[in-house]
């Protein structure tokens, strides 16, 4: 067939593909897209709109549904939230106009097919952006599968923008465009853009990337989690002196690219995926992308297979790498949340903290600098604050690094693991930590 024809019949422009979108829908922009002029031919309808629920991934464009007088038209509900976010949506989270939408990252979407549609119902519009077909008809969804396949095949409409900077990967990173309702094609080519600001590799970062180094060994399975930290230290060289590493992460981090590349990733002793470094998404530069495009050591799949806590657990020596803000005595870790004001979000960092612990030889390790940037406050505290969320429970954190050294939590009592935690905090700070934990878990 060909499926040229069938791809001219659902072109159209993003003013008319957006006329489907009805007073009282839900549309959906999953993780890791960005159809920005889809998505803005939308939001100009705030006049003509009432109360549209719009569920996104990550918001990335600074659109007018964002801004107070988009209010009646649509109520925003992010999934994670981002300090890389436009202005206007941090002002929008601050004031508290959107509302966060709280649930397991492998398990949003994957409901849907168990019958579980009451309490989160399927969208009915899904904006997305793809790659243009190829000769049997199929499109890429790009850097990032997450729960794309799930929203398509559950919404009543999609909406796919065509970007043609879009790579393919190996994994589940496609889908039919029979499958798609309408396409909305991009003037002109796609400017490449990475995706994040460049690290910073402070001399904190280096010191907890030499404490963390020792913990990996020749041919573990890594994650590695959002956060200037975690993903700081992969710079900074924490796996430089080990071999056939392999990967298996929500994305494979900012560098994580370059060490497949090197031959430190060579995934030969992965006990799923031999051979292949496998994610739901991948952060890279222009370099790191045209390697990955078309290659076959790299594979992405959709989040609830990623995600979920038997993949995860089924690999052996399963080594999960997170940041976190702050982590209180007893080793709960915040990661996401100021108080109750949302910072991020939780991403995979629960799941792969508890399978990892699970995982035959696996290791769980939580790494976060001492104190804040301008050293006034210190991110281990006795207890956490009131209104603050648990990203991760105190029974599966395992490892702690700081610049000051490791604890090792895992099976300790109370008391000890506030000693264990005392001794890695800033020195400015463990008396005051010492007496509170005299008040707290002593009689």
């Not at 995706?195 to 907890?208: H, T």
Request: proline residues 6%.
């Amino acid at each position: 067939m060909d499926w040229n024809e069938e791809y001219q019949k659902r072109l159209t422009s993003a003013e008319e593909a957006v006329k489907v979108v009805k007073s009282g829908d839900r549309v959906a922009i999953p993780v890791y897209s960005n159809p920005a002029l889809v998505a803005g031919a939308l939001a100009n309808r705030l006049h003509e709109l009432k109360g549209v629920t719009v569920l996104i991934g990550a918001a990335a464009a600074d659109l007018p549904w964002y801004h107070p007088e988009a209010a009646d038209a649509f109520m925003i509900e992010p999934w994670y939230t981002s300090p890389y976010l436009p202005k206007a949506v941090r002002q929008m989270i601050l004031e508290k106009r959107s509302d966060h939408r709280v649930c397991p990252s492998a398990l949003l979407t994957k409901t849907w097919d168990e019958g579980r549609s009451d309490t989160f119902p399927p969208p009915d519009v899904v904006l997305l952006d793809v790659s243009p077909p190829d000769h049997n008809g199929y499109v890429s969804f790009g850097g990032g599968v997450w729960d794309k396949k799930e929203l398509i095949r559950h919404a009543h409409t999609t909406i796919a923008e065509v970007n043609k900077s879009s790579i393919r990967t190996g994994g589940e990173n496609f889908i039919h465009l029979s499958e798609i309702d309408y396409f909305v094609e991009l003037p002109g080519s796609e400017e490449f853009r990475p995706p994040f600001p460049a690290i910073e590799l402070s001399e904190q970062v280096k010191k907890i990337a030499a404490f963390v180094a020792p913990l990996i060994r020749d041919g573990d399975t890594i994650e590695v989690g959002a956060g200037s930290t975690s993903e700081a230290i992969v710079q900074a060289g924490v796996f430089f002196q080990r071999n056939d590493l392999g990967w298996h992460t929500e994305r494979i981090p900012r560098g994580g690219v370059e060490l497949v590349k090197q031959g430190i990733f060579t995934g030969a002793k992965k006990t799923l995926h031999k051979g292949r470094a496998v994610a739901t998404a991948a952060a890279f530069s222009r370099e790191e992308r045209d390697f990955i495009h078309q290659n076959p050591q790299f594979e992405l799949y959709g989040v609830a297979y990623v995600n979920h806590l038997r993949t995860i657990a089924a690999h052996d020596n399963m080594v999960a790498i997170n940041n976190a803000l702050r982590l209180d005595l007893t080793g709960q870790v915040v990661a996401d949340s100021f108080g109750p004001q949302m910072f991020t979000g939780t991403g995979g960092l629960p799941e792969y903290a508890i399978a990892s612990v699970y995982s035959k030889g696996g290791r769980s390790i939580v790494v976060l600098p001492s104190v804040t940037s301008d050293g006034k406050i210190s991110r281990i505290v006795p207890l956490i604050e009131e209104g603050s969320f648990i990203t991760s429970p105190r029974q599966f954190t395992d490892y702690v690094v700081t610049e000051y050294g490791v604890a090792r939590l895992f099976g300790k009592t109370q008391r000890r693991r506030a000693e264990e935690l005392i001794a890695i905090a800033h020195p400015d700070f463990r008396s005051e930590l010492e007496k509170a934990v005299r008040r707290v878990f002593w009689p």
